[in-house]
């Protein structure tokens, strides 16, 4: 099993990365969650991955940290319905800390707007994990190394600060996004406050 792949980004689009590693060039999948922490062609990477093997077909999944490698192969191996390719779409809609709130909270209504996800599969996510994410694959952990080499904020500040947009208006999707992208740009360590004003600036 192919755990990790660290070599030179060659190329990266939203959904996908193209890693070269000892003068092999490996396609990775990626979501769009992952494709936003991306350092810029010609630099160093490492991605968490899953693999998948089929007769006619070898498929590389990555992602940023393994513990959003590990939500993946959680919702592929648990709930039906969800295959790679959706898994990889409710991944690129919304991070994995708002994910295991929408689940633990049942928000169905969340969780259905997400590429491919009707109201059906939504609930099956919810009365599928709900009690596997209790304990939250991203835990209460103080931090979570990124592909760059960094270190994101804590989840839980993550998780507070867009449901302080939300309260302000914002659709969740679109709080979810401008958190993401406020934790990006201020870096390890950041504060619920620190990522509320940088989202709102």
């Not at 994990?129 to 190394?145: A, D, H, Y």
Request: a neutral charge.
């Amino acid at each position: 099993m192919i755990t990790f792949i660290q070599g030179i980004l060659v190329s990266a689009t939203p959904l996908h990365a193209i890693i070269e590693l000892n003068d092999v060039g490996y396609e990775v999948n990626i979501p769009l969650t992952s494709a936003e922490k991306l350092p810029a062609p010609g630099a160093r990477v490492k991605l968490h991955t899953h693999v998948i093997y089929r007769e006619d077909a070898q498929t590389l999944y990555g992602f940023a940290t393994i513990e959003d490698r590990d939500f993946f192969r959680l919702m592929i191996d648990n709930v039906t319905g969800i295959g790679p390719k959706s898994a990889l779409g409710i991944m690129s809609r919304l991070s994995v800390e708002s994910l295991e709130s929408a689940i633990r909270s049942g928000d169905i209504g969340l969780l259905a707007k997400c590429p491919g996800i009707g109201k059906k599969t939504a609930e099956r996510l919810v009365v599928e994990l709900k009690s596997k994410v209790q304990n939250s694959i991203s835990g209460e952990k103080n931090s979570t190394q990124s592909v760059a080499g960094q270190v994101s904020p804590p989840a839980s500040a993550h998780r507070d600060a867009i449901s302080a947009l939300v309260a302000l208006g914002y659709k969740a999707p679109d709080a979810d996004a401008a958190i993401r992208q406020a934790a990006l740009a201020i870096g390890a360590g950041a504060t619920t406050e620190a990522l509320i004003k940088k989202a709102l600036s």
